[in-house]
């Protein structure tokens, strides 16, 4: 029999039954992924390229089996058992996946490919809708290319301008810089929660306050935010908010557009298909009801429900618990990166979300990254799709270490020895 909740179980009481968080203990938290017991280049692996990617649990693992071995069918469609339990079990997971981002209900959340999409979504059916010739879009300059491209394209369609927040060297937005920015033509704000190069936590909330007084909305990034830290959406006083499953632990191929109710009802279509409409002709269409007006086609369904148990396995742990157990972690790292000679670390800033960034004297970063891998370390190097960062810095690249919870102090001990290599060889 299936064991994949296949009912909505937990909206009604407001948590997830059965999945109270528990004592967090690393070592039994790693114990959960079958991925790191493997060995890489003869060595324990050490994965610390989390901001790309997470790893995934048994739990994550199970259900995805689980599903395509006893539930696999198209959904919304079929009168028999097997779809309609395939349609509560990706409904179940809309559920879940609203109360683990505290939204009001889960008609707003749209499941998407992940952070990419969601914001093209918006900037193609929000900003196709709302700007015009001369408005005004402000991004700031830690943004992901995701966050910067779309606004871009939707600039050419519509003749709307994008504004630059910039940030300190440190790495922290510079806020004061708002006011000089917003003009009546500022239709949104777009920003992340947190830098996948700097590690930076930006306050939210505080910015969401200063769009809101200028009449404009914000679009929240927490595609780093949401696998590290606790992310309501109506304490962070956003109006669109968009996540990854992928790196929170689901399956790629699956992330979350929430927005807020009125502003989904407004908005049309972005892509015609099946499950979209209501009625078709070949005089018109009409559309169905939010959410499903936005998922064209069939949704990425194993996907969909695989995210659902990442969100009950991250529950079950307990966010604050995650962030306080990285919060030790990512301050270990810094110690340990700050005793290796000639590593400059990239930005300090006021506070930091599992990531940092770092340069070597006299060596490519894709030569530190080719070394760690040799002795089993996986970091990210590059421009990390953040080429105005890189710019900021006047750097081509940088390393990147993301921690995730399954990480530990071996890790890191495992890192800052391979990183006295790197030293060794370049001297
Ligand atoms: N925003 C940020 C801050 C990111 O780090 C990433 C992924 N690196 C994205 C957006 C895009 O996420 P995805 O590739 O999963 O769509």
């Not at 990147?400 to 391979?418: E, G, H, W």
Request: hydrophobic share 40%; aromatic share 6%; net charge neutral.
């Amino acid at each position: 029999m299936p064991t994949i909740t296949t009912k909505p179980s937990y909206w009604a009481t407001g948590r997830p039954k059965g999945n109270l968080p528990k004592a967090f203990d690393p070592a039994l938290v790693r114990a959960d992924f079958p991925l790191l017991r493997q060995k890489m280049r003869g060595c324990p692996l050490a994965y610390l390229d989390n901001a790309a990617t997470s790893q995934k649990p048994q739990a994550v693992l199970a259900t995805l089996t689980r599903y395509y071995t006893h539930l696999n069918a198209n959904i919304h469609r079929g009168v028999y058992k097997l779809s309609a339990d395939a349609t509560a079990a990706y409904e179940a997971a809309r559920e879940k996946a609203a109360h683990f981002i505290g939204a009001t209900t889960a008609q707003e959340i749209v499941f998407v490919r992940g952070a990419t999409e969601a914001i093209n979504l918006v900037a193609a059916s929000w900003g196709g809708m709302n700007l015009g010739p001369d408005d005004e879009i402000i991004v700031s300059e830690m943004e992901h290319h995701s966050n910067i491209v779309p606004w871009q394209l939707l600039g050419r369609r519509t003749g709307a301008r994008i504004r630059v927040l910039p940030f300190s060297d440190a790495g922290d937005l510079k806020l004061e810089e708002l006011d000089r920015l917003f003009s009546p033509r500022t239709k949104l704000l777009a920003v992340t929660q947190v830098s996948n190069v700097l590690g930076t936590l930006n306050p939210v909330a505080e910015i969401a306050a200063q769009a809101h007084a200028h009449g404009a909305l914000l679009l929240v990034d927490a595609a780093q935010s949401a696998p590290h830290i606790p992310v309501r959406v109506r304490e962070l006083c956003c109006d669109f908010l968009a996540l990854s499953g992928h790196k929170m632990c689901g399956p790629t191929g699956i992330g979350v557009l929430w927005a807020r109710a009125e502003l989904l009802g407004a908005m049309d279509p972005w892509q015609g298909g099946g499950d979209m409409i209501r009625t078709v002709t070949f005089a018109e269409s009409t559309w169905n009801d939010t959410p499903h007006k936005f998922e064209a086609g069939t949704p990425p369904i194993a996907e969909a429900v695989g995210l659902g148990a990442a969100v009950d396995y991250l529950t079950s742990l307990g966010m604050e618990a995650i962030q306080r157990y990285e919060d030790e972690l990512v301050q270990y790292l810094l110690e340990k990166l700050h005793g290796v000679p000639g590593l400059r670390i990239i930005g300090t800033p006021r506070q930091r979300v599992a990531v940092t960034s770092f340069v070597m004297d006299g060596v490519h970063p894709h030569d530190i990254g080719t070394i760690l891998d040799s002795a089993g370390v996986a970091i990210r190097t590059g421009h990390h799709c953040c080429q105005p960062v890189m710019e900021h810095y006047h750097v081509p690249a940088t390393a990147r270490v993301s921690l995730a919870f399954y990480n530990n102090r071996q890790d890191i001990d495992q890192l800052a020895a391979a990183l006295k290599t790197v030293k060794e060889v370049f001297g």
